[in-house]
């Protein structure tokens, strides 16, 4: 039972994980908190609703359309919005976020309904049996796909020229352009990226979950919390801060009770804020330090 | 009598060592003038004695008490008042209420809205900023806001006060007034620290000067002692011109 | 000057006063409505406006009130203003506690901790279900009397509690303590060193919000005489809350009055047209308000109106 749960917790974390890739590098390099991460995630998971719903496409040939949608919608949100006020004071860009966010549950909930909608293709049902633990079929792909893409956004920071510019923007702006990066071009390549694996993140969430726009507040909150437990800005942070949260969220909704896991999983982030902000791989980032 | 005391003081950030071993004293009513190149840790020292950052290691004492415990209003409301090398005016509050809060919460603490501005308005007086104390801080020149900066300090009613580059940026004549008034407040019996980056102004009204360089007190005595001093002249301008001397 | 403004302060109370001798029902309840939120953008000022600490999450205290007048009434049997000294006491307890760590974050890090303190107080109203009533909700026992009374009640408790919290926050920044305040909003380094015990005086601040907007979570109760846990904490609360602050203007004491006043009578007049997309609406009408009035209404058009104010706005805070 036990160990069920454990692996339970792992693959609800593999999702929590790639939610936070998207959010946490974000944060860390643009000093945006993004609140509609949440909503842009459900944006692709309608994405992936509407074409298998209408055009009885395979769920996991949607991923790409909802990444390749998100990337192109996150580019003028970036530029024509956050672009406007990244210089003013900080929580300006968390009411704007906001306000985007309340815009975007809105426009779902009028075009799409506040109804919840699920994807079921006709293998949603199997699964395999490890050991006494069923791991549904779906799970399994979902999971293996939010590691592959965690570990390639990885890479991506660690090894290329854009990455590198990337990570060096979020340690010092300052020393970042003296070397001749561009911060308007690493600002928008990573919101944009962040849109699109945010895009991504829904299209996935939309194959193991139930869903209505009004899950979005919560989304956005949990890539918080797992970008708060892991470090900000950093994907081996969001790797192990989602883990940890699928397993302390299914642990707790089987020991405490279902009805509790929201409050365990907000007060964990409150305690972390308080003990630890920098993270359990604490790191001080450019965006902390200058508030 | 000494009044601040430092005992092998050390600060480090992370690994980074910014001060080694700085001991010093400070006698009451003296100006002891902190020079040194830029990041040599003066700045540092200062926050260390209004405790704004932890002292790592080594013991500070102010009349005769280990402060290295204390809270930065606490150091405050013993006497000690500060200024800022990055000035640092509360903007949307005017000059004359900008030293008010000297005054209400240094060690003047003053009770009533009516002693607050007494004081303030000495203070702007002594600075002379009572021209402009309805103004918004912010749209002062740097000298007007340095000078802020020391009427705010001034209304706390200071026994120490601890000046970090007072005299940075300003012009000749602005540098004048400025010594000036911080020779007056000597006689008013204010001790003064005075850290600053350039040397020549702070030769001239201090009664002993502290050589800092790369986190180590490189040399301590009294100005004309220190112009002459090979590590000092070494510090400042690199060895090769230390040499050719 | 002083006088003009008091002038107008007092032509603008006996036009509240004669109001509802002249305006229907409805109307009463948009003003009532409007009230609340400009009682809340008040009370939530001090912390905000006054201290800058961007407190997100001070919904918080207005569900707290509420569910205190809610629980206090139905299982107790209280009278609804005895149970009002409870939800300030309430706010005060709760943000004294939080307060000592929470507000030693800074920024990001304490608006997203307010919000987590709200979403998890929220959860656990949720889930006492016994003395809350849980998700479903707490229906309060409903006031006697004939429903124009209770409308008109209603009318002038809520600009009550609206001006009491105007009051409070006219004292606070007039008193020593207000400069502590402000200048710690400023910079903080600066303010303690200057011998204010910043920790203290910003949890002396975020009580003060508490209690006040407690106090408004409370009246709020026995208004609606219905409450649950979703919309007492949260929903589009927050966000409404702080539009008002910067469109009236943080820093000053009626500012966000008047921000709440304008935001929620256009509110009010785009629902009643628009009702479908009254959502998107909002959520366009705050972007906009970020875009081009981050300094706030009145800030911005000091001099007169004009577009090109707008769009220096814009400009101002481009990357
Ligand atoms: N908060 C900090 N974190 C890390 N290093 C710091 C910090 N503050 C100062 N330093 C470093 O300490 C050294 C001394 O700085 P400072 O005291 O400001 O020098 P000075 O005032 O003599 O110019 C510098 O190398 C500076 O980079
Ligand atoms: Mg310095």
Redesign the interface.
């Known amino acids: 039972m036990i160990l069920q749960i454990l692996v339970n917790g792992v693959l609800l974390g593999g999702f929590y994980a790639l939610i936070g890739v998207g959010f946490s590098p974000v944060w860390g390099v643009t000093n945006i908190i993004n609140l509609a991460h949440g909503a842009i995630a459900l944006l692709g998971s309608y994405i992936t609703y509407y074409m298998f719903q209408n055009l009885h496409l395979d769920p996991f040939l949607t991923l790409p359309v909802s990444f390749v949608c998100l990337y192109i919608f996150g580019y003028p949100v970036q530029r024509y919005l956050m672009n406007m006020v990244v210089k003013a004071q900080i929580f300006m860009l968390l009411i704007l976020t906001f306000g985007l966010e309340i815009f975007l549950v809105n426009f779902m909930t009028t075009f799409f309904s506040a109804d919840f909608r699920s994807v079921t293709p006709e293998y949603a049902g199997k699964s395999i049996e490890i050991a006494g633990v069923v791991i549904p079929y779906i799970r399994l792909a979902v999971f293996a796909i939010c590691m592959v893409v965690t570990a390639i956004m990885g890479f991506f920071l660690e090894k290329t020229w854009t990455g590198k510019a990337i990570r060096a923007t979020s340690l010092d702006l300052e020393a970042a352009m003296m070397t001749g990066i561009s911060p308007k071009k690493i600002y928008s390549i990573t919101f944009t990226s962040g849109s699109a694996l945010a895009g991504l993140s829904g299209s996935l969430l939309s194959l193991t979950q139930a869903f209505s726009p009004n899950i979005a507040g919560g989304l956005a909150l949990r890539a918080f919390i797992v970008a708060i437990l892991g470090g900000l800005g950093r994907v081996e942070g969001a790797f192990l801060g989602g883990l940890l949260l699928g397993v302390i969220e299914t642990l707790s909704a089987f020991y405490i009770g279902e009805s509790y896991k929201n409050a365990i999983a907000f007060g964990l982030m409150v305690f972390m804020l308080i003990v630890k902000p920098s993270g359990l791989l604490g790191r001080k980032y450019y965006a902390e330090v200058k508030h | 009598m000494v009044i601040l005391e430092a005992k092998n003081v050390a600060k480090s950030y992370g690994g980074l060592k910014v001060l080694t071993d700085v001991n010093f004293e400070v006698n009451k009513g003296e100006i002891v003038g902190i020079i040194g190149p830029n990041g040599a840790g003066k700045t540092t020292f200062m926050n260390l004695i209004s405790r704004l950052t932890s002292i790592t290691g080594g013991i500070i004492t102010y009349k005769g008490e280990i402060i290295n415990d204390k809270k930065p209003h606490e150091i405050a409301r013993m006497g000690i008042a500060r200024t800022f090398q990055v000035v640092k005016p509360f903007g949307g509050l005017t000059v004359l209420e900008n030293v008010m809060v000297g005054a209400f919460y240094g060690k003047n603490n003053a009770k009533s809205k009516k002693e607050a501005i007494s004081i303030a308005e000495e203070a702007l007086q002594i600075v002379g900023l009572i021209d402009v104390r309805d103004k918004d801080p912010r749209v002062l020149p740097l000298a007007k806001r340095k000078k802020l900066e020391v009427a705010r300090a001034l209304a706390m009613g200071p026994e120490l006060l601890l000046l970090d580059e007072v005299m940075a940026g300003l012009s000749v004549k602005e540098l004048d007034e400025m010594m000036t008034e911080i020779i007056k407040l000597k006689q008013k019996g204010i001790t003064i620290i005075a850290i600053e980056h350039v040397m020549k102004a702070i030769m001239g009204i201090s009664d002993r000067i502290v050589v800092l360089h790369l986190g180590k007190k490189i040399a301590e005595g009294k100005p004309e002692e220190i112009v002459k001093n090979q590590d000092v002249i070494e510090a400042y301008l690199g060895s090769k011109y230390a040499k050719k001397e | 000057m002083i006088n003009k403004k008091l002038i107008l302060f007092i032509v603008f109370v006996i036009v509240l006063t004669a109001l509802p001798f002249v305006i229907s029902g409805y109307w009463l309840r948009v003003l009532t409505q409007t009230f609340l939120f400009g009682a809340i953008a008040t009370g939530s000022n001090i912390i905000i406006g006054f201290t800058g600490y961007?407190a997100?999450g001070n919904i918080a205290f207005f569900g707290i009130g509420a569910y205190v007048t809610g629980v206090l009434t139905t299982k107790y049997n209280m009278p609804f203003f005895y149970t009002l000294p409870f939800c300030a006491i309430s706010g005060i307890i709760v943000a004294s506690l939080l307060g000592i760590?929470?507000l030693?974050?800074?920024?990001?890090?304490f608006?997203?901790?307010t919000?987590?303190?709200m979403?998890?107080i929220k959860?656990?109203v949720?889930?006492m279900t016994e003395l809350t009533g849980g998700g479903p909700g707490l229906t309060l026992p409903i006031m006697q009397g004939e429903p124009e009374y209770i409308y008109k009640f209603f009318y002038f408790i809520m600009p009550g509690v609206m001006l009491f919290s105007l009051l409070i926050l006219f004292i606070v920044s007039k008193i020593?303590q207000g400069?502590?305040l402000?200048?710690i909003?400023?910079?903080e380094?600066?303010?303690?060193?200057?011998?204010?015990?910043?920790p203290v005086y910003k949890t002396f601040a975020w009580a003060v919000s508490a209690a006040l907007v407690g106090i408004t979570g409370g009246v709020y109760a026995y208004w609606l005489s219905y409450i649950d846990p979703h919309t007492v904490f949260?929903g589009?609360y927050?966000?409404k809350m702080?539009?008002m602050i910067?469109l009236g203007g943080g820093?000053t004491v009626i500012g966000p009055m008047l921000g709440a006043f304008i935001l929620e009578l256009i509110s009010e007049i785009v629902w009643s047209k628009f009702i479908?997309?009254?959502?998107?609406v909002?959520?366009?009408?705050?972007?906009f308000i970020?875009?081009f009035l981050?300094k706030g209404l009145f800030e911005t058009f000091k001099g007169g109106f004009s577009f090109k104010k707008l769009f220096n706005n814009?400009k101002?805070?481009?990357?």
């Open positions: 961007p997100f760590p929470i030693r974050l800074k920024g990001h890090y608006a997203i901790a919000v987590g303190v979403e998890t959860e656990l949720d889930n020593k400069y502590a402000r200048a909003r400023v910079d380094d600066a303010a303690s060193v200057m011998g204010i015990n910043t949260g589009t927050p966000v702080f539009a910067l820093t479908a997309i009254h959502g998107m909002l959520g366009l009408l705050i972007i970020i875009l981050p814009l101002e805070n481009r990357l």
